[in-house]
């Protein structure tokens, strides 16, 4: 019995509203009214108004399945089995209404009846000083004192400087020892792929002055998020999130493109994951009416294209290509999000019309660059220095592997610690320009990253050998 992602989504969403939840369609990845945050990073976070009490929610209990980005995750996408740019999450939410009780019941039936779930293989952990999580798992639910993991404040307590805060409990699955690391202490909460966390329960029940004060709040929230993902891959028991029904059907897609096949090169495989992730961001981003263009969200827009778009050189991909891929990922996804077909003309013009102005860049970059070769030349020069490197990669948005490469073969070397020196300082500055506040790990600075780690080990466009370390 496997469920696929549309059908899992369903049953989610069923199940809560036959617990009086009222089901909430998905916000749009552009935070209203929230300048603490530059895109939707959880279910919760078009919903702190309600939590905080600023506007009145439509109904105490409320479900959603909500489009996340997380761009703090991008390092580990493509090389973890869970994480991705883009993902659903899956929630239920209390304001004021039930509390940790049937919070940690109704996850559990759901798990284990609904889905199916083998309650042996499943793991919650609690807040080391939560008794009363610790109490209803171990008396009502019947687990184990030994299965019950107890962890500390920084990873089992939800809080963001002041405000409501409070103890979480997550779930963990166990997907078997072919995926663990292999250290004797490999158990829950250890960072590898095999004890995977799928569903993180918060609840909300303190207010903190930000000094170490809690007090008990009298209106206690409920704030629950489930990879939809991650669910399904333990579900459907498949190697990774990129592998669960809709996932498979888009990466198998890239793979057509690039004539090559999954689970033959582990390298190209990180190249493979990062494409079907970041073309799914890539579609969800503009189908909610974000540009690339060169700061915040479209700044963000922009790189996963971009890397998308590299990567797919990486794999011998000729031509234009991103447009066909979100092709896929709108069949996919349309069941859960109309808005996708209705806009998907518009889709493949943004992502075309960007996949084309990279391809420009390249093409300027070549031409710049054989200007400063000759100015070398001229002067008997034989290292590139890191300034005009960093101005190629900054200005022209010319990748520095392929400047080293180019120069490589004609017995050059790029002055690199200049580039980084360049580098650091232009970092700096965008650091200080974009001092947007950083929630929940959103934070638009981690793309001052990817071209410098993306780039690193790039061996030509022409080559069909990808030792990219992303
Ligand atoms: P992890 O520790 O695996 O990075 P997390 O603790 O950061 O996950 P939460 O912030 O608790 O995740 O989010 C709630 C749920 O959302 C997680 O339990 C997981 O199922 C899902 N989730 C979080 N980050 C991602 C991601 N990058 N890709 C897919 N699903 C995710
Ligand atoms: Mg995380
Ligand atoms: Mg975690
Ligand atoms: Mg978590």
């Known amino acids: 019995q496997k469920y696929g992602v549309n059908e899992l989504r369903k049953m989610f969403l069923e199940f809560f509203e036959s617990k009086e939840h009222l089901a909430m369609k998905s916000f749009s990845l552009v935070p209203r009214n929230d300048k603490s945050l530059l895109l939707i990073n959880s279910g919760m976070a078009p919903l702190k108004p309600y939590f905080t009490g600023a506007e009145i929610p439509p109904r105490r209990r409320v479900t959603t399945c909500q489009k996340c980005i997380r761009t703090g995750d991008i390092e580990n996408v493509g090389k973890?089995?869970?994480?991705?740019?883009?993902?659903?999450?899956?929630?239920?939410?209390?304001?004021?209404?039930?509390f940790k009780r049937e919070a940690i019941a109704w996850s559990w039936e759901f798990l284990t009846e609904v889905v199916g779930l083998d309650p042996q293989r499943l793991y919650p952990s609690i807040y080391e000083e939560d008794e009363e999580a610790f109490e209803i798992w171990n008396k009502e639910m019947g687990i184990p004192a030994e299965r019950i993991f107890r962890f500390g404040k920084a990873d089992n307590f939800w809080e963001h400087g002041a405000g409501p805060c409070g103890p979480c409990s997550e779930i963990y699955y166990d997907r078997g020892e072919k995926y663990g690391c292999g250290s004797p202490d490999c158990t829950v909460g250890c960072e590898c792929d095999r004890y995977m966390e799928i569903w993180n329960n918060v609840f909300t029940q303190f207010e903190s002055d930000g000094e170490g004060n809690y007090t008990e709040l009298v209106q206690k929230n409920i704030d629950t998020g489930m990879g939809l993902e991650r669910l399904a891959s333990v579900v459907q028991d498949v190697d990774s999130i990129f592998d669960v029904d809709t996932l498979c059907a888009l990466r198998t897609k890239v793979c057509e493109l690039a004539h090559t096949e999954y689970k033959k090169d582990a390298a190209k495989d990180v190249s493979i994951r990062l494409i079907t992730d970041h073309i799914r961001s890539a579609t969800f981003m503009i189908s909610d009416g974000i540009m690339p263009t060169n700061e915040g969200r479209g700044y963000v827009l922009r790189r996963l294209i971009r890397r998308a778009a590299?990567?797919?050189?990486?794999?011998?991909?000729?031509?234009?290509?991103?447009?066909e891929l979100s092709a896929v990922v709108i069949e996919g996804s349309k069941d859960g999000y109309p808005e996708l077909e209705e806009k998907k003309d518009f889709i493949f013009q943004v992502l075309t019309k960007e996949e084309e102005q990279f391809n420009k860049t390249i093409d300027q970059g070549l031409n710049i660059l054989s200007?400063?070769?000759?100015?070398?030349?001229?002067?008997?020069?034989?290292?590139?220095?890191?300034?005009?490197?960093f101005k190629l990669y900054d200005t022209y948005g010319f990748p520095l592997d392929l400047t080293k490469e180019i120069l490589e073969e004609k017995g050059c070397t790029i002055d690199e610690a200049?580039?980084?020196?360049?580098?650091?300082?232009?970092?700096?500055?965008?650091?200080?320009?974009?001092?947007?506040t950083n929630y929940m790990g959103a934070d638009a600075t981690v793309y001052d990253e990817i071209d410098v780690n993306v780039t690193t080990e790039f061996v030509g466009y022409d080559s069909l050998t990808c030792t990219s370390k992303i």
């Open 80 to 98: 973890t089995a869970r994480h991705g740019t883009f993902f659903e999450m899956l929630g239920n939410f209390s304001f004021g209404d039930y």
């Open 310 to 323: 590299r990567h797919g050189r990486l794999l011998g991909i000729e031509g234009k290509f991103l447009a």
């Open 371 to 389: 200007e400063m070769e000759a100015a070398m030349k001229a002067e008997g020069k034989t290292e590139l220095s890191g300034e005009a490197a």
């Open 418 to 436: 200049g580039f980084k020196a360049a580098m650091d300082e232009q970092r700096e500055k965008a650091r200080i320009a974009r001092s947007t």
